[in-house]
């Protein structure tokens, strides 16, 4: 029967015309280069499954990075400077080539100290695995609520360790991020121990206090980095995260709307995450136009593949599994041949990659514009999380001879 699928597209579009909506609004309207108040995260129906993690490899090269919140009640800069920062510190990683070729990322997501979670597991969650999934990625990370609770870093730390599949490939960089401001020690799980653990997996593990670096806290985070073989470097999370609009963000989010039609789920869960890709537009078009131009830029690369659910991606890798799940794309499609079908995903294939280009020649004129206009600026925000992070990733793909271009 084909009314689960046609349900399912029911929902799916439903969600995608609220987004489109949205973003229309910001044509007609505008959007300031600087909000008053952080945006609270935008709420829609819950899908009936979420959609799982997915990793798709496309290349030799690989960059792994477990990021850890603390999502305790006086944390709330830290996830709102993660949330508006999350595509500039992708796009970052893309500028790094080594071979001629950028970095596979994936990204992993923990929270700990908050009252929410389960005292008996240390108050930690796993809220995504590594995964090159970065819009469930970033679902996720717009779902973190803060509350008061206990912060262990050297439990969380040992979790991540553990819990998550790196990689034992030699060339890959493995990277742990924790965030967080209260005593370092804190917990059952010494962080000698942790860290210990972590570095006879190769990751480098990296300290964030969120907090005055010559306080009482200080010396804590400070040895936690050098046990880990990482960085240490302190943030403002109260910092507000400027943006500056250039003359090209309306044209990036005409092609990113564009762009977006040229996806055609299948699968069972195929319309559930192209739910989420259209959800997550919205998300860094809350903050600014400036934000989703950065989403729109990661979208238009190499690295955004969508194999899981999007037939233009899956049928780049295998055509024919691709057909054989035909019934589960939409109508329009289904009653298609075979052949009339690969010519229709043969269009698609070709206007996606001319809308990329387009967004990249954009973008680059977007860049450019901003880099003259930070220059005029009073302040560059040097003491927030993105800032702090761009720097210490590169430094760490520097060291293993990756090129940046910028």
């Known amino acids: 029967m084909k009314i689960p699928t046609t349900f399912a597209w029911l929902s799916a579009a439903v969600l995608t015309a609220i987004g489109c909506l949205f973003l229309a609004g910001n044509l007609l309207y505008g959007n ?85 979670l389960l005292p008996e597991k240390g108050y930690i969650e796993q809220v995504v695995p590594l995964t090159t999934d970065v819009d469930l990625f970033s679902d996720k990370l717009f779902g973190l609520k803060t509350g008061g609770g206990d912060e262990f870093c050297g439990h969380v730390i040992l979790r991540s360790t553990d819990d998550l599949t790196w990689d034992a490939n030699d060339g890959t960089i493995k ?26 997996k190769d990751i480098i593990v990296n300290t964030i206090l969120c907090g005055n670096p010559n306080g009482s806290d200080g010396p804590s985070w400070r040895s936690g980095a050098k046990n880990g073989d990482g960085d ?10 400027t943006y500056i609009a250039s003359p090209y963000d309306d044209a990036i989010e005409k092609c990113n709307l564009r762009l977006n039609r040229t996806y055609i789920a299948y699968g069972a869960q195929g319309a559930t995450f192209q739910a989420n890709q259209m959800r997550q537009d919205v998300n860094a078009g809350s903050y600014s136009k400036a934000n989703l131009s950065s989403r729109a830029r990661f979208k238009a690369s190499k690295k955004y593949k969508n194999t899981a659910w999007d037939v233009v991606d899956a049928a780049e ?19 298609l041949s075979d052949e009339a079908l690969k010519v229709k995903i043969k269009q698609m294939s070709e206007e ?55």
């Open 175 to 200: 990277l742990i991020y924790i965030a967080g401001n209260e005593p370092f020690t804190q917990g059952e799980v010494k962080p000698e121990d942790a860290l210990r653990k972590a570095r006879g």
């Open 317 to 335: 890798e295998n055509e024919e599994v691709v057909l054989s799940q035909k019934e589960t794309m939409p109508d329009s499609l289904s009653r």
């Open 32 to 116: 300031t280069s600087l909000p008053p108040t952080p945006p609270a995260p935008v709420s829609y129906p819950a899908p009936a499954t979420a959609p799982p993690s997915v990793s798709t490899r496309s290349g030799k090269n690989l960059i792994q990075i477990a990021f850890l919140l603390d999502t305790s009640s006086s944390m709330d800069g830290l996830i709102d400077q993660a949330k508006s920062r999350l595509w500039n510190i992708l796009n970052e990683i893309l500028k790094a080539q080594k071979d001629g070729e950028a970095p596979d990322i994936e990204v992993a997501l923990y929270q700990y100290g908050n009252s929410g």
């Open 352 to 406: 996606r990659k001319t809308l990329q280009a387009e967004i990249l020649a954009l973008t680059a004129k977007r860049d450019a514009y901003v880099a003259e206009a930070r220059k005029k600026a009073s302040g560059n925000e040097v003491n927030t999380l993105g800032e702090k992070l761009k720097l210490s990733v590169r430094k760490r793909l520097l060291a293993r001879e990756y090129e940046i271009v910028e």
């Open 232 to 241: 240490f470097f302190f943030i403002n999370q109260d910092e507000r995260v």
